[in-house]
């Protein structure tokens, strides 16, 4: 019996690397040391590479949240959706290595569950945007409950906070 794989399979086989090797981002370098930690050790983080975090109160048309760039830069931000405003102001910098794990680990949440949107009266959300590939993602879920759907966006979130020593935004009635 001849088991070798017919032409087709073979170049479903070739597509399936191009669009795993093409989708694996940059950030791919992880090397194990011997305290169990893992460190990039080639990390090329896409130009204008956004992370961002936080809460949306949807009834008051605010975000409030943390925005991560490609140049390590650590800002907190309020936008909103009712005014078209945005306002940011820088609160730091951050180590590359970080700002690489974040931007694999966040991607690959995002190839893993596609899709989240469970509004609440108060949402927290974890964005990837990637306008040099035209990527813009954000998943979104109620933050009174813990979702078996949320499980890696809120682990994400909650890394992002304690990572960066920030606070998860609150919203009172006249913000």
């Not at 949306?56 to 949240?65: E, P």
């Amino acid at each position: 019996m001849n088991t070798r794989p017919t032409i087709k399979q073979r170049m479903t086989q070739i597509l399936a690397v191009l669009l795993l090797c093409t989708s694996a981002g940059s950030c791919s370098s992880v090397k194990q040391d011997d305290s169990a930690t893992t460190k990039r050790t080639d990390c090329t983080l896409p130009k204008q590479l956004l992370l961002r975090w936080g809460a949306w109160n949807d009834s008051l048309g605010v975000l409030k949240g943390y925005e991560l760039d490609a140049d390590m830069r650590l800002w907190k931000y309020t936008a909103y959706t009712n005014r078209n405003t945005y306002s940011r102001d820088s609160i730091g910098t951050v180590a590359k290595p970080s700002v690489c794990y974040f931007a694999d680990t966040t991607r690959k949440a995002f190839l893993y569950v596609q899709t989240l949107f469970v509004k609440g009266p108060v949402s927290h959300f974890v964005e990837y945007n990637n306008p040099e590939r035209d990527v813009a993602l954000r998943a979104v879920w109620d933050a009174r409950y813990q979702t078996f759907g949320s499980k890696e966006f809120r682990a994400i979130f909650d890394s992002l906070n304690t990572a960066y020593n920030v606070r998860t935004p609150v919203f009172t009635d006249t913000n």
